[in-house]
């Protein structure tokens, strides 16, 4: 139960965070590369769990939806959500262009990337 209870402080926590940013009458992407890069690399334990809750649930969404036919993920024993945020940062440092992807397709990616099933 306490373990429920951290991850559903920690959604709170990234609802709060990722739209306090959103404005009415637009029609842009919420969060893209280049401010999820900056909500990772913060040195707020805040927004470190923002950012790792975001990286969770796009892979949850990954995994139960349509997309996990697409992208077969495989995560080693001992995989923290820490481990997924330093892969993220170092995986949009090293490709900047993504800073201009949405946040979901920049976490995706990086997902697939470090922990594709292997064939």
Same mark, same amino acid.
């Given at each position: ?16 965070? &990722? ?10 992407? &919420? ?15 805040? !927004? ?6 975001? %990286?969770? @649930?796009?892979?949850?969404? %990954? !995994? ?13 024993? @001992? ?10 940062? !170092? &995986? ?7 800073? !201009? &992807? ?18």
């Amino acid at each position: 139960m306490q373990k429920f209870l951290k991850y559903f402080c920690l959604q709170c926590i990234l609802c709060i965070v &990722f739209f306090k940013h959103v404005n009415a009458d637009t029609n842009v992407q &919420f969060l893209n590369g280049a401010k999820l890069l900056e909500i990772c690399k913060d040195t707020k334990a805040v !927004n470190q769990s923002a950012c790792e809750g975001y %990286i969770l @649930g796009i892979q949850d969404a %990954i !995994n139960a939806g349509h997309l996990s036919k697409h992208l077969n993920l495989c995560f080693p024993k @001992g995989v923290s959500p820490k481990d997924l945020r330093l892969n993220l940062i !170092n &995986f949009i440092e090293v490709m900047p262009q993504t800073t !201009n &992807f949405s946040g979901e397709s920049v976490v995706a990616k990086s997902l697939e990337l470090h922990f594709k099933c292997k064939e």
